[in-house]
């Protein structure tokens, strides 16, 4: 592709609903979950426009527009949740209420596949409360956290650095904000590598995908292993 030239900007509220057909378009069928359950893309065009417009009211949001064109390329919806650490004894996570809180919003009968999607959401978010504490005081048990929870570029757009771009001018709105803990669950190799190799986050948890997601071996040749929780500290 020849070199563009792209603006990145936090997301207006009254952008929902292109952000959400964008996303609805080039995340979840990109997915490596999404795409070994084989997730219908109506059980999720209920719930998720809502969702997406909730998000961009907290002002936190990136998209890259080409300039040019003045198409959207890349996205980072992050939200900005209140995280209650118990002891630093504490071994037990909350698993950030289901899985996003999804668990809440889905039909079972009708939406069966996001639900299973939902609960092992809530599985991978069971981190122990310790493992924060390289990063948070133990003076402090109730802190912000700013965290990523979806982040898509467009295909054609590949290669050149967007999602990382996207997840640093994120973090550039997390200071602003006065947050200095950052976070984010992946489930592909491609976001971990983002999030781990060029912008710094740590892992504090992972699982093996393969043990609650068996068809997972079967998407891109084996390459998605793990689900991971990272944290970064500004």
């Given at each position: 592709?020849?070199?563009?030239?792209?603006?990145?900007?936090?997301i207006p509220s009254t952008k929902a609903p292109e952000i959400s057909?964008?996303?609805?378009?080039?995340?979840?069928?990109?997915?490596?979950?999404?795409?070994?359950?084989?997730?219908?893309?109506?059980?999720?065009?209920?719930?998720?426009?809502?969702?997406?417009?909730?998000?961009?009211?907290?002002?936190?949001?990136?998209?890259?527009?080409?300039?040019?064109t003045g198409e959207t390329v890349g996205v980072a919806i992050n939200?900005?949740?209140?995280?209650?650490?118990?002891?630093?004894?504490?071994?037990?996570?909350?698993?950030?209420?289901?899985?996003?809180?999804?668990?809440?919003?889905?039909?079972?009968?009708?939406?069966?596949?996001?639900?299973?999607?939902?609960k092992f959401l809530g599985i991978l978010n069971q981190t122990p409360?310790?493992?924060?504490?390289?990063?948070?005081?133990?003076?402090?048990?109730?802190?912000?956290?700013?965290?990523?929870?979806?982040?898509?570029?467009?295909?054609?757009?590949?290669?050149?650095?967007?999602?990382?771009?996207?997840?640093?001018?994120?973090?550039?709105?997390?200071?602003?904000?006065?947050?200095?803990?950052?976070?984010?669950?992946?489930?592909?190799?491609?976001?971990?590598?983002?999030?781990?190799?060029?912008?710094?986050?740590?892992?504090?948890?992972?699982?093996?995908?393969?043990?609650?997601?068996?068809?997972?071996?079967?998407?891109?040749?084996?390459?998605?292993?793990?689900?991971?929780?990272?944290?970064?500290?500004?």
């Open positions: 592709m020849a070199k563009v030239q792209l603006e990145y900007s936090v057909d964008f996303l609805l378009k080039n995340f979840f069928p990109n997915e490596p979950i999404s795409r070994a359950l084989g997730l219908p893309i109506n059980q999720v065009s209920r719930w998720f426009p809502s969702q997406v417009s909730d998000c961009l009211q907290q002002e936190a949001s990136i998209y890259a527009v080409d300039k040019k939200i900005i949740v209140q995280k209650t650490l118990q002891s630093t004894q504490s071994k037990d996570g909350d698993g950030e209420k289901e899985g996003r809180g999804l668990l809440e919003i889905l039909d079972p009968k009708t939406e069966s596949v996001m639900v299973d999607i939902a409360d310790i493992a924060y504490r390289k990063h948070v005081p133990d003076s402090i048990n109730s802190f912000s956290s700013f965290n990523c929870i979806y982040l898509a570029v467009l295909p054609t757009y590949g290669g050149l650095g967007i999602g990382k771009r996207l997840v640093d001018e994120s973090l550039i709105v997390a200071k602003q904000k006065g947050i200095t803990l950052c976070q984010v669950d992946t489930t592909s190799e491609f976001s971990y590598r983002i999030f781990h190799k060029h912008c710094g986050y740590e892992v504090i948890r992972e699982i093996e995908l393969s043990s609650h997601i068996p068809k997972i071996q079967e998407i891109d040749s084996g390459m998605h292993k793990k689900g991971r929780i990272l944290l970064k500290k500004l």
